[in-house]
């Protein structure tokens, strides 16, 4: 392979001081120009040579300096003296959500608040762009300086990734009030090194007429208070249903159809659903709703504040081939005309992947994942010959999924689930892979 070539280009200053937590290039720039960014190219035939050699040159010239100086310097690119672990859009380890939410509580005024706090939402707050360009050049793959932009009178090119941030949203059950937080993670070791967690609140805002999305545990809070209801228990034995255990009650967001529905106050309006006597774990008890109940739930203080049994409506009579599992079909067997499907790749797949990075062939992006919208892909780009690394998007993602159910009847046209932001995309997501 044909030896790198090594050219510079110059960059605008930088005010900005080194720090006990950063150091310099250990190539020395001349003296004349302190801000310098060393843009290395390698002539190879084989596109892998030249990122392995891009790499190995890119991780010789970002070298910390040992010792590091007591004097602060601006010369070079300033980086971590820990070594980048997590590239800046990274999805945030379980490490970083515990530092966050306990930097969090922490910052709680009275135990009452501390304790009456519910973390809704941890995510990653995204850095700007030229924090991404600048570690896709010199710190993560695909290392390629050319990432960077050099028009000459465009922004400050960042010279140290900066530390990672987390948004917080967090509910308070206590005083029912909403508020957004900002974390910085100054440091996050593991626990089991015996190590320390450091996080530091940069900015926290109460956030008026609001609600967040409710969680797992006020689903099972909400359904145990609605089957503990006597007047529900009635309602239930009128539809000769004498086991409450087999009945399955989801909260719903109440929406804003009147001024009753305000969002100063957390309220939910369950849906009720029966499962047979049978024990079957693939059962779809959503198969034989309960109709004609009203019910109206203050989620905050956990209490049915509403009730009505408006309509007796008959349950759909139990059927198993409803569940549509395996050898319970209309026949009573499974189709016999349909011949195997075998997907083989015998020698490997055709992309690779490096950490949430990945290559497909001229495509390569990054993966990243988010309670609300799930699967996110960022950094989308195409190597287009000549024409180097083209971006085609920066980020993409599902920022929505709406669905109306279309039934005027009541209940049925208050359904209109907002699957990212009251449920959660990614936390209802599974695994394709079998556990």
Not at 157 to 166: A, F, H, V
Not at 340 to 367: A, T
Request: one cysteine or more.
């Amino acid at each position: 392979m044909a030896p790198a070539k090594k050219t510079t280009t110059l960059l605008p200053s930088s005010s900005s001081s080194s720090s006990p937590s950063s150091c310099c290039v250990s190539a020395a720039p001349p003296a004349s120009a302190s801000n310098v960014l060393h843009d290395w190219t390698i002539t190879s035939a084989d596109r892998r040579d030249d990122q392995r050699a891009t790499k190995a040159a890119t991780a010789s010239s970002i070298r910390p300096v040992d010792p590091l100086p007591d004097t602060p310097s601006t010369k070079g690119i300033q980086i971590l003296t820990r070594p980048q672990t997590s590239h800046p859009l990274d999805p945030l380890s379980a490490a970083e959500i515990s530092v966050a939410i306990a930097t969090v509580r922490a910052a709680g005024a009275t135990p009452e608040v501390r304790d009456g706090m519910r973390f809704v939402e941890v995510v990653l707050l995204e850095p700007d762009k030229l924090v991404v360009a600048l570690a896709d050049a010199y710190f993560f793959p695909p290392f390629q300086p050319s990432l960077l932009p050099r028009t000459k009178n465009g922004p400050v090119i960042p010279t140290k990734l900066p530390l990672r941030r987390d948004r917080l949203v967090v509910y308070n059950k206590n005083s029912n009030e909403t508020s957004v937080w900002i974390v910085e993670l100054s440091e996050v070791h593991a626990v089991t090194r015996g190590g320390h967690h450091r996080g530091k609140v940069i900015s926290s805002q109460v956030v008026q007429d609001v609600q967040p999305p409710m969680d797992a545990m006020e689903y099972a809070e909400c359904e145990a208070v609605v089957k503990d209801f006597p007047p529900f228990q009635e309602a239930m034995k009128k539809r000769g249903i004498e086991d409450v255990d087999l009945v399955m009650v989801d909260p719903w967001c109440v929406g804003y159809h009147s001024d009753a529905d305000s969002p100063c106050r957390r309220l939910a309006k369950p849906l009720v659903f029966c499962r047979t006597e049978s024990d079957c774990p693939m059962e779809n008890g959503y198969a034989r709703p309960v109709e004609g109940i009203y019910v109206l739930v203050d989620m905050q203080k956990m209490k049915v504040i509403e009730f009505e049994d408006r309509k007796f409506v008959p349950l759909p009579p139990a059927d198993p081939l409803r569940n549509y599992t395996s050898g319970e079909t209309r026949g009573g067997v499974d189709r016999s005309d349909v011949k195997p499907l075998k997907i083989l790749q015998p020698e490997g797949p055709s992309f690779r992947i490096d950490g949430w990075f990945v290559e497909w062939q001229k495509w390569n992006f990054r993966i990243g994942f988010t309670p609300k919208e799930g699967l996110v892909i960022y950094s989308v780009a195409y190597v287009d010959g000549s024409r180097g690394r083209r971006p085609v998007a920066h980020r993409l993602s599902y920022v929505e999924m709406v669905v109306p159910y279309g039934d005027p009847n009541d209940p049925h046209y208050r359904k209109n689930a907002f699957d990212a932001g009251e449920d959660g995309l990614g936390k209802n997501a599974h695994s394709l892979k079998k556990v």
